[in-house]
């Protein structure tokens, strides 16, 4: 991930994309085929304000823990 994003990116997003081992693409985390379909976006604005954008559907449930 490009080091100058990675402290506006969400830590979810981080983790989502290395529990489905890919990376993300900028902001974005494309759903690799055998999970699902679909993209997730996020940014961090500050410490108390972030945003999602989510767009997918799992072939199965997924629970990460932080």
Request: negative net charge; contains cysteine.
């Amino acid at each position: 991930m490009n080091k100058d994003i990675s402290s506006t990116v969400p830590n979810i997003l981080v983790k989502f994309a290395s529990f489905m081992g890919t990376e993300l693409e900028g902001r974005k985390l494309v759903i690799p085929d055998n999970f699902g379909h679909g993209y997730c976006s996020g940014f961090v604005f500050d410490g108390n304000i972030r945003m999602l954008i989510s767009n997918y559907e799992l072939n199965e449930e997924l629970k990460i823990r932080m």
